[in-house]
């Protein structure tokens, strides 16, 4: 449509609405006594309209059109938790009984305000349930809430971090108006985030908040908005810069960020692809404002997006009510162009197919050099798959894995390295092997893997494994070395991997590259221990699989004399779990100047390691050159790390 085009649709519909007469006299009345801004009447018009002359003929569209809505859909200021009435001669006459009718709901209304965020507030936010006594359910937009918030695998959200450091949070003030009453209660804290709309889904959110003296939840509509219904919008129209500057100012008086209640009717109901329609005034800081019936006095949907002068959508109260329910979208699965197959068809091994495996051996440096596997708590076994054969070690050729069961990945893995008898061997066609000792169902596959940003990460890497004391040479591919080679091709010793750690992944494969190139080189033997660390606010970029974004390794080997062990411990990462030691202990400075940026490989001490993951790694704290002092709380100690870009950064 072209400029003139759009303004003839403008004119047209400006027309058709001051046919109504009540408008026609309320807006002359208002410009005779001056109650409309001097910017919007010049004199000149003004002495014109007194001769009789047309509006229309008078005033530009834009005055015209702003005038109008002024008029016609006042945002009614909300002050001590009542509406403070203006003229509205587009409603029926009933229509001021029936906004008092329900402007006690004002109460339950409220300003969604942020922490440590760069936004000192976001949107508009409404009681809509009351799951036990001093308890509240809170609706608002997810595009409100994801400015501070994440959404996590079970639907629901957690709050991320500030690039400074410390935890966004979000808290909501129901009183912030022109002139609140005086005791009232200070903003109200969001302690958990209840649902989090995907952003192919009903943009919602539900939140929680707890305390004494909350307001009640708004009742929800029985039915769907009728075209034509009386409605209204309560919620915190805020300056907006996507909208004309001087129109807002003029139209809102320059006070904004303040409660409103703004009345209006249903331009289209929702059903058959129709998304439910309203022309309530509204401004950005309305998003997740509460739709008000007027008829019903019930709320029939939720204010998410609009444009100015023109219309607004919102969330029908069905989808509301569903969502209260428990009942949960299904997550659109992204639409993945046709995908490279390099490798063959998965495959499965039976229980019989690993008979002899002996698994990783902690005795492999030495009787006097034990290497056990890092220590788990009760509560940590418990999430493991149990293989058949018992224990909790899956057993292959000179390494194991220890499964998480609900995450369908390793929980971690080991390895033994014996660079004296390494062998080489080439690699050929992928194929990808189920490992029949534990149930299908909490193993990945290969469309698992299908989308282009995830990758397949093998814990224990391909070549660590390969060797053979009996092997003639290094290119002796023996029986022993190809059947280690082919058990690291189990979707038990794979984990997600976001392409965003490739960069990072560079250094992190030199350096296992490093470590097996110097076994080699030295003819040395060492221990690598390999895992993920997973977290609750994980992305996941496929329905139902969280993506770790970090990874520890743990390397051991005999020391110098070969009577001590030696240990140096390794983290892929953008840094989030130093940053997590420095809050812990309360590193205020150290917290808010540790950004995060792209992926990288720290050395970083055991000690610290071990406290972050709560694995027991005390065999190997003394024998890290990166050890504190023995006499040094944890309490008062700096982490100890080293952020790697170079091999001989590492400290030995």
């Known amino acids: 449509m072209t400029e003139g085009q759009d303004e003839a649709v403008r004119k047209a519909r400006l027309s058709a609405r001051l046919q109504n007469d009540a408008l026609r006299k309320e807006i002359l009345r208002a410009i005779a006594a001056g109650e409309v801004p001097p910017v919007l009447v010049s004199e000149r018009d003004a002495e014109v309209l007194d001769k009789g002359d047309d509006l229309e003929s008078v005033l530009p569209v834009d005055e015209l059109e702003a005038i109008v809505r002024r008029i016609g859909r006042p945002p009614l200021l909300v002050e001590n938790d009542l509406v403070v009435m203006q003229p509205l001669p587009e409603f029926a006459v009933d229509t ?3 906004i008092k009718a329900v402007q006690s709901y004002v109460k339950s209304v409220g300003r969604l305000e942020f922490v440590n965020y760069e936004m000192d507030w976001g949107g508009t936010g409404w009681v809509i349930d009351e799951p ?36 966004y949070k979000a808290r909501i003030d129901f009183a912030e108006q022109v002139h609140p009453k005086l005791g009232v209660a200070q903003p109200v804290e969001v302690t958990k985030i209840i649902y989090l ?20 939840p708004l009742p929800l509509a029985d039915q769907e908005a009728v075209r034509d219904e009386r409605v209204a919008l309560i919620g915190y129209p805020a300056y907006d810069s996507r909208n004309d500057r001087d129109d807002q100012i003029r139209y809102f008086q ?9 009345p209006g009717f249903v331009m289209q109901a929702s059903g058959d692809g129709a998304a439910l329609r309203h022309d309530c005034t509204s401004l950005g800081g309305n998003s997740g404002s509460p739709l008000v019936n007027l008829e019903n006095k019930k709320v029939v949907g939720i204010h998410f997006s609009g444009k100015y002068k023109e219309a607004n959508f919102a969330v029908g109260v069905g989808t509301l009510k569903r969502l209260l329910a428990g009942d949960r979208p299904a997550v659109a699965v992204r639409a993945r162009g046709p995908v490279a197959k390099p490798e063959a068809t998965d495959g499965t091994h039976a229980i019989s197919f690993f008979d002899g495996r002996q698994g990783y051996d902690a005795g492999f440096l030495g009787e006097e050099l034990a290497a056990p596997w890092p220590g788990l708590d009760a509560a940590t076994e418990g999430l493991l798959a149990l293989p058949n054969g018992g224990g909790f070690e899956l057993r292959y050729t000179h390494f194991g894995v220890k499964y998480y069961a609900d995450r369908r990945q390793p929980l971690m893995t080991a390895v033994n390295i014996d660079g004296k008898h390494s062998v080489r061997i080439k690699r050929v066609r992928d194929k990808w092997f189920a490992d029949q000792r534990i149930p299908a169902e909490i193993q990945l596959g290969q469309d698992d893997y299908s989308d282009p940003q995830i990758d397949r990460g093998h814990m224990v890497r391909r070549e660590d494994p390969n060797w053979d004391v009996d092997a003639t040479s290094i290119d002796d591919a023996t029986a022993l070395a190809k059947a280690a080679n082919a058990d690291t091709f189990h979707y038990t010793n794979a984990a997600l991997q976001h392409s965003q750690l490739n960069q990072g992944k560079l250094l992190w494969q030199g350096l296992e ?20 660390i997973f977290r609750s606010d994980d992305p996941d970029l496929v329905p139902k699989l969280q993506i770790p974004r970090e990874f520890w390794k743990l390397v051991v080997m005999p020391a110098t004399g070969g009577k001590k062990l030696h240990a140096t411990a390794y983290l892929l990462s953008q840094g989030d779990l130093i940053r997590e030691l420095l809050e812990k202990r309360s590193r205020v400075e150290a917290v808010e100047g540790f950004v995060l940026g792209p992926y990288r490989t720290f050395q970083i001490a055991i000690a610290d390691l071990a406290e972050a993951t709560g694995y027991d790694l005390s065999p190997y704290v003394a024998a890290d050159p990166l050890a504190h002092p023995p006499d040094e709380s944890a309490e008062s100690r700096e982490p100890a790390f080293v952020p790697l870009e170079t091999f001989d950064q590492i400290v030995v």
């Open 513 to 532: 590259n490093y470590i097996l190139d110097s076994a080699r080189t030295e003819g040395f033997k060492a221990c690598v221990f390999t895992g993920p």
């Open 96 to 98: 001021e009984i029936r």
């Open 132 to 167: 036990s006594p001093g308890s509240r359910v809170v609706a608002t937009n997810r595009h409100v809430a994801e400015l501070v918030a994440a959404r996590v695998a079970d639907g629901s959200g957690i709050f991320v971090r500030a690039p400074a450091g410390p935890l």
């Open 197 to 216: 709309a995907d952003k192919a889904s009903p943009d919602v959110a539900l939140l929680r908040i707890e305390g004494a003296g909350l307001p009640s």
């Open 254 to 262: 320059g006070l904004f960020d303040v409660k409103r209640f703004a």
